[in-house]
């Protein structure tokens, strides 16, 4: 379903997001069962989740070649489909119904080399080692036809998305959202009858810049919020809206890059396995170090500044200047550490601390990506 | 790549161990002839499976593959990627009997259970062409050698392949790589340049300048750039499977940084002069007026106060290179 659309006088970045929840022919749906459901049932989340990426890609994304157009393809649960603004986007999810989509968005991705395009699926996936990744579509276990015709390969998506000469020299990024369930190899090292998408030309060189990102390793297991987004999608648009955020190298502005956006995710990944108590691992790969978004606005990072020697905090002050000579921060010491909130940059960091140190200045970036900016700072006794 | 590990050892974050090293080298390469065993099929298996042994010890280790030579790929999945040892096109009936799938390095050294003590940190780094000859279309199926079985993942046993394992290719599936005569391959003059601190980075936790996973994925398309313009030619570089971030060794001191410094606008240069200090408030850069159309220098990764026409700004010199944009009044 095309939810959006500009201008096509001018290069666009062509969006196909896909979120299925709702899979009849697996335990918990209303479909004929399947012979072999290899373990997988409903999902909760995936819907919702693919919805708020669609949404973030149409009213917030300052993507670098501004959105072109957006597809959006929802099957969502019945629980999902209760909030109308999903409802009114579900529609067929059938790997015959992506084939549609998809050959829409290759055409529009086509036009020219200066196209851009992202891919965002959530749902159910299989993995074989000896394969690749499987997503599986709404029909997915159908009775009649092969077991895995409701899958498509994503190395077929991704190769298809490169076969022609626009295509392979585009930015172009990949997020794949889910658990990847492995197969066992009663099944073969390859998942055969699968629905293909694209014609691939192994010939053609391939200069396309970008990213592809697994929300878990093969075998690896993804989890979301219960009446929630997946955790992966939660990850991804906190990065996207500036936790992932760095210099380029001009040194105009603040954007989030494939690279850096890898970083965070893999950061973000320790920390929250942390958090949550599980194991969490994203597969994260890149080509180039393509700009995936820009901000408006320096993002805000959360900073703690620790003082050591614990006694030459007592009486001890800290200001922070920018490059402006703007005051942004002072107060004194009143514990082994001080936290408080800047917008990226530069600055430089004053520590008067009691007569008995010495006064301290230390200049320092205060940046994404990452969590909390922690300075350790080491005071030296004043020399009498 | 094998002398750097060695001359750089102190710097890696676990001790040096196993090292094997094969070596074919042409008669443009003397100083490489005779040090270590030829890159055969057969060297190729023994040295790979005293490499994997040694990973296998302890989850802790970490295990680096480094090729540098000819490869190509027999069909555009990621990873069928073939790397061709000394003996290639000896058989002209199993046109790739000498070639080793590289697939199967990668998938060979996958940890099979949460007891499997492999080693979880793997770098592999490939420095071949990535070509797809047309020869191979005229063959139903073409198949690399493998060097080892992969075992079947046992459905009683939960799988879950939890290395941190990226793979870095120096070319684009279809693409070539370049090497340059009497020196060695663009890329890995880039990875080394990298190592050696163009991708290096101030870690506060640890208060030391350190090159990890993250800064080489950032730094090295970058350091590659410079080194294309050195010796024009296109590398490009692909890395797979970037996981969380990981040390991969420590710098003794800041990197050196080349700072190229622009003043705009230009009507402002005659009348501009810029000085660059340190956070210590030491002059390290002094540009009287009129200023050039650019200036040139290297100092010291870190952060930096900038005064242009009494304007000062806060700037950090980041390797491998970091541009200089100043904006200062027009009428000075």
Known sequence: ?384 | MFQWLHEHAASLPAPLGVCELLLSPSVLEPDAAGVAQRATMENFELAANTWREAARSHRDNIALFYFAGHGLIRNTTEKAQVLLLEEFGSKPHKILSSGVEMANVVNGMASLSELDPMARMQLYFIDACRSFPDTLTAYQEQQGSTIWDIPAVDPKVPYKDDRLAPVIYTAEPGATAFGVEGTGSVFGEALLASLDGGAGRYDEASQQWTVSLASLTQALPEQLAITNRKYDTQQMVRFSDIGPDALLRTLDQAPLVEVTITVEPVVSRPLTGVSVANADDVSVIEVAAPFPEMHRDHIAAGNYRVTAQGVKKYLTAQPPATPWRLQVQADG
């Open chain 1, 1 to 384: 379903m095309l939810v959006f659309e500009a201008d096509r006088s001018q290069p666009g970045t062509h969006a196909l997001v896909i979120g299925v929840s709702r899979y009849p022919h697996l335990p918990g749906g209303d479909g004929a069962p399947a012979t072999n459901h290899f373990g997988l049932t409903q999902l909760g989340s995936a819907a919702r989740s693919a919805h708020h990426f669609a949404e973030w890609l149409i009213h917030e994304a300052r993507l670098p070649v501004p959105l072109g157009s957006c597809r959006v393809m929802l099957a969502p649960s019945p629980e999902e489909a209760q909030a109308p603004e999903i409802q009114a986007r579900s529609g067929g999810c059938s790997a015959s119904d992506f084939l549609e989509e998809a050959n829409d968005w290759i055409a529009d991705a086509s036009r020219s080399p200066e196209e851009s395009t992202i891919f965002y699926f959530v749902g159910q996936k299989l993995h074989s080692p000896g394969s690749e990744d499987l997503l599986l579509f709404e029909d997915f276990g159908a009775p009649r036809g092969p077991v895995f015709k409701g899958g498509v390969s994503f190395m077929n998506i991704f190769q298809g998305m490169g076969s022609n000469a626009s295509l392979s020299s585009q930015v172009q990024h990949f997020f794949i959202d889910g658990s990847r369930h492995s197969v066992d190899e009663s099944m073969g090292g390859f998942l055969r009858g699968t629905t293909d998408v694209f014609d691939v030309r192994p010939s053609q060189v391939d200069r396309r810049a970008g990213g592809t990102f697994h929300a878990a390793v093969p075998g690896g297991q993804a989890y979301a919020h219960v009446d929630g987004v997946s955790l992966f999608l939660e990850t991804l648009l906190k990065g996207l809206r500036g936790g992932a955020a760095v210099r380029p190298r001009d040194g105009r502005g603040w954007a989030v890059t494939a690279g850096s956006l890898a970083t965070w995710l893999g950061s973000e990944s320790r920390a929250e396995s942390e958090r949550f108590g599980v194991a969490l691992q994203y597969e994260l790969s890149i080509r180039g170090d393509a700009t995936v978004c820009t901000l408006d606005k320096p993002p805000s990072v959360p900073v703690s500044i620790t003082l050591e020697p614990p006694e030459a905090m007592m009486e001890a002050w800290l200001k922070v200047v920018s490059d402006d000579g703007t005051s942004v921060h002072a107060a004194r010491f009143d514990g082994p550490s001080m936290d408080f909130d800047l917008p990226a940059g530069v600055y430089e960091f004053e520590i008067v601390p009691h007569w008995n140190w010495q006064r301290l200045r230390k200049l320092a970036v205060v940046s994404s990506p990452g969590l909390r900016q922690v300075f350790t700072v080491r005071a030296q006794e004043a020399t009498p």
